[in-house]
């Protein structure tokens, strides 16, 4: 699939600037992250749509001054009084109980990702506000990395929730060559997939992919506000890419468990390949995510084949090594 296009026919994937002229634009969105502006535009989102007819309320009257629901009607719906609800919709959830976001989740019809968010984003507009941290660094520990290092077969990498990649299997390696190579550093496939014009030859449903990384960092975002890498990322981002800025703004999250990916790799071609992504209990925020070919399919042949490439390319890059030394 091709990426979007603009009103003339660009492509909206081309759209990134040399400079930092959206700079301003951009601290601003990453700053919306800390306070209470986060939870007002995703409630009216949400609410929006909803019709009346999908909530089960009568419609009165065929003119409408606001899409989807009225405040008061998601109030009756949540069984709160309609003063509460505009507050909650304005940032101060501050006593917001687990009950009264239930409710509200059901009113909307939040599904699991969106029910998440909102208590993150009501967590957070709750608390007192603080000034964004950098985490501490990320490992990987030796015993995961011979975790993955012992799936000879199976593509696999370790991610963390800004989805930079940590670590890697050789076949891992081998098969998002693109994003490793890409002058988009580091490594990361938000980086990759906005910025780097190569990203459409590898993701061949690219729009489908880059929505799901939004709603990805969407996600992140809400559980994890004050983390100042993740603000640098989306920043930057937000920057350099209009159609980033033009997804982010919708507020959509989701949660990325499983599912299938259509990939083109420049050395075997089309793949089709299913995911998982396991969390790892010990390492709070780390996932490995691990691709599997269906059997007897042109995909398993090729990941065997690419297998084999990677195989032969680490034993060359050996052998150089040993030369030099």
């Given amino acids: 699939m091709e990426p979007a296009l603009g009103p003339a026919g660009e492509c909206l994937l081309c759209r990134v600037l040399t400079g930092l002229p959206s700079a301003a634009w951009a601290e601003r969105t990453v700053v919306s992250m800390d306070n209470g502006n986060e939870i007002r535009d995703f409630l009216v989102s949400r609410r929006a749509r909803i019709t009346p007819e999908q909530a089960g309320l009568p419609a009165y009257g065929g003119n409408r001054r606001v899409a989807g629901l009225r405040r008061e009607e998601v109030a009756l719906l949540a069984g709160v009084s309609v003063d509460y609800y505009t507050r909650l919709e304005r940032g101060n959830a501050h006593g917001a109980s687990e009950g009264v976001l239930e409710a509200i989740a059901r009113a909307l019809h939040l599904d699991e990702a969106e029910r998440a968010h909102l208590f993150d984003l009501a967590r957070a507009a709750g608390t007192t506000a ?7 660094r990320q490992q990987v520990r030796p015993s995961v990395q011979r975790i993955l290092d012992s799936m000879i077969t199976t593509p696999a990498y370790v991610r963390n929730g800004r989805l930079d990649i940590l670590a890697a299997n ?56 004050h983390d100042k890498a993740l603000s640098g990322l989306i920043g930057e981002l937000s920057t350099r890419s209009q159609i980033f ?29 299913t995911f998982e992504a396991l969390e790892l209990a010990a390492d709070e925020g780390l996932r490995i995510s691990a ?24 034993q060359a890059e050996t052998a150089r090594a040993t030369e030099g030394s």
């Fill in 130 to 136: 603080r000034a964004p941290r950098r985490p501490a």
């Fill in 170 to 225: 050789r076949l891992g390696r081998a098969l998002y060559s693109p994003v490793f190579d890409s002058p988009a550093q580091p490594a990361n496939p938000a980086r990759f997939i906005f910025l780097d014009p190569s990203a459409p030859q590898f993701y061949l449903e690219w729009e489908r992919q880059a929505q799901d990384i939004v709603a990805m960092l969407r996600s992140e975002a809400g559980r994890n506000p």
């Fill in 245 to 273: 800025r033009t997804w982010w703004a919708a507020h959509n999250v989701r949660f990325h468990r499983s599912g299938v990916k259509l990939l083109h790799h420049p050395v075997v071609g089309d793949l089709t390949l």
């Fill in 291 to 314: 691709y599997t070919a269906e059997p007897g399919t042109s995909s398993h042949d090729a990941l065997n084949l690419l297998a084999s490439w990677a195989a032969t390319v680490d």
